[in-house]
């Protein structure tokens, strides 16, 4: 469906984080390694970073083209460095339309967020997929459940943008990031059988759900990793187990249950 990465740690070039690994994300958007729904990640790429000197909010750059087709972000990799990075290639699940507006990273704030996976009948009578349109099925139902507030900033037709939507709400209400997508994958999957590899990060702090895809990470003296799959062979990648959630900081990186789910 997609595949992501998060990074924290100290300050890297895009194009180390994810075009050198040879594994990396670009390698991913052609040849995934792990992924257990599509073959190839072609229908957009997205990456967001953080520089908190500046801003809390992050710089996001996004396509719909290919990773291995963006132009614009190869002239930048090398130049842009940061601490904080979260970024992603995307397989839109037709009849999805394949738009800027659909490629994640997700912004909102200071937040991130990227979604790897797909919510079952999002439109009435169809397999929905990641990305279908809402006007029927269950992703009527879900969008209801987002308030007014959060529901007028949805861009596009993507089922990840509405579950990104439904987690601002959560957070806005106080909630912190573990309980606020966990209360997503308890609302979500109460409707539909769904795959809900999410993760939302901010300048300090990486949160993600392991919930029917894969899920890696990477801890260690060079920063701390969250992917869909590794970027390399480095023997220290540990995969997540299904149903598991990811929180990460400049200190720690723990994995337990997702709060509230079986």
Not at 105 to 119: I, K, Q, S, Y
Not at 190 to 218: C, F, Q, Y
Request: glycine share 10%; charged share 20%; net charge negative.
């Amino acid at each position: 469906m997609c595949r992501f990465v998060a990074y924290l740690g100290p300050p890297r070039s895009l194009q180390e984080l994810l075009v050198d690994p040879p594994h990396s994300l670009l390698r991913q958007s052609y040849a995934p390694r792990h992924q257990r729904h599509g073959v190839v990640n072609a229908d957009g790429f997205g990456v967001g970073w953080y520089d908190p000197a500046v801003r809390p909010e992050p710089a996001r750059h996004r396509t719909e083209k290919p990773m291995w087709a963006d132009r614009t972000f190869a002239s930048l990799a090398g130049v842009v460095r940061s601490s904080a990075v979260l970024a992603a290639v995307r397989s839109a699940t037709p009849p999805a339309p394949v738009e800027e507006s659909g490629a994640p990273p997700f912004t909102w704030g200071p937040w991130l967020f990227a979604h790897n996976g797909a919510v079952d009948g999002w439109r009435g009578g169809e397999d929905g997929g990641e990305d279908g349109g809402e006007d029927s099925g269950v992703g009527t139902a879900i969008r209801r459940l987002v308030p007014d507030r959060w529901a007028a900033g949805i861009e596009g037709a993507a089922d990840s943008e509405v579950l990104f939507a439904l987690a601002l709400s959560r957070l806005a209400d106080g909630t912190g990031p573990a309980v606020a997508l966990a209360s997503v994958v308890q609302a979500v999957t109460e409707l539909a059988e769904a795959r809900l590899n999410m993760v939302l990060m901010d300048a300090a702090t990486i949160t993600a759900t392991a919930w029917g895809d894969s899920l890696w990470v990477l801890d260690g003296p060079d920063g701390r990793v969250v992917a869909s799959e590794p970027s390399d062979d480095d023997g220290s990648w540990v995969q997540v187990a299904d149903r598991s959630l990811v929180r990460a900081d400049a200190v720690s990186l723990d994995v337990g249950p997702i709060p509230g789910t079986p």
